[in-house]
């Protein structure tokens, strides 16, 4: 399904609106100040993890590199913008995940430690009544991530599943491949939305 598309379907289905939206810009500047704490937290969690730890120092600098990318990533949930970037950018990150062999069963536990520090954080920094609305907002905009980065791991098993590959985990790593692949001219091949 079309990324856009698909964001628009998902904030109907939360019933993510535009206050919702607006919130988060504000939680930002609350919360953005976390995101290394947060990343600590997240690679230290994976790295307990030795399939996990194993893909994480495949390469060195690695993980140095991916609390930068996480810290970005962090501030994107309270930038207040929603739209067919946004989505398309969870369904690359999805798909990196999927090329490097990081499926559901390892993103969306991981999630559940973003999540547990983020709200932990909301309760201790806001007071009173504003709470309530701070943590829907983040539930929403937590479960709309998560919906977009679990579409595109089905995209990329679909296509590797397609591409004649039975084992499910290389099914969809090489289906993530193909499409994170740069299109070849006059093919219509990879890297296109699905």
């Given at each position: 399904?079309?990324?856009?598309?698909?964001?628009?379907?998902?904030k109907?289905?939360t019933?993510?609106?535009?206050?919702h939206?607006a919130l988060?810009?504000e939680?930002?500047?609350?919360m953005?100040?976390?995101a290394?704490?947060?990343?600590?937290?997240?690679?230290?969690?994976?790295?307990?993890?030795?399939e996990?730890?194993?893909?994480?120092?495949?390469?060195?600098g690695?993980v140095?590199?991916?609390?930068?990318?996480?810290?970005?990533?962090?501030?994107?949930?309270f930038?207040?913008t929603?739209?067919?970037?946004?989505?398309?950018?969870?369904?690359?990150?999805?798909?990196?995940?999927?090329?490097l062999?990081?499926g559901?069963?390892?993103?969306?536990?991981?999630?559940?430690i973003?999540?547990e520090?983020?709200?932990?954080?909301?309760?201790?920094?806001l007071r009173?009544?504003e709470?309530?609305?701070a943590?829907?907002a983040?539930e929403?905009?937590?479960?709309?991530?998560?919906?977009?980065?679990?579409?595109s791991?089905?995209?990329?098993l679909?296509?590797?599943?397609?591409?004649?590959?039975r084992?499910?985990?290389?099914?969809l790593?090489?289906g993530?491949?193909?499409?994170?692949?740069?299109?070849?001219?006059?093919?219509g091949?990879?890297?296109?939305?699905?």
């Open positions: 399904m079309d990324p856009g598309k698909l964001l628009d379907l998902l109907r289905r019933g993510f609106t535009e206050a939206a988060l810009r939680l930002g500047q609350v953005v100040p976390i290394p704490e947060v990343a600590l937290a997240f690679y230290d969690y994976l790295g307990r993890d030795p996990l730890a194993e893909i994480l120092h495949a390469v060195p690695r140095e590199r991916l609390y930068g990318t996480f810290a970005r990533w962090y501030g994107e949930l930038s207040g929603y739209d067919r970037a946004y989505a398309e950018g969870r369904r690359r990150i999805g798909l990196v995940h999927a090329r062999g990081i559901p069963r390892a993103m969306i536990p991981a999630m559940g973003v999540q520090l983020s709200l932990e954080h909301l309760r201790t920094a009173g009544p709470v309530y609305g943590v829907e983040f929403k905009i937590v479960a709309i991530e998560i919906a977009l980065v679990e579409e791991y089905l995209e990329a679909s296509l590797g599943l397609a591409l004649g590959h084992d499910l985990r290389r099914a790593s090489e993530a491949a193909a499409l994170l692949a740069p299109p070849h001219l006059g093919t091949q990879g890297g296109g939305p699905g």
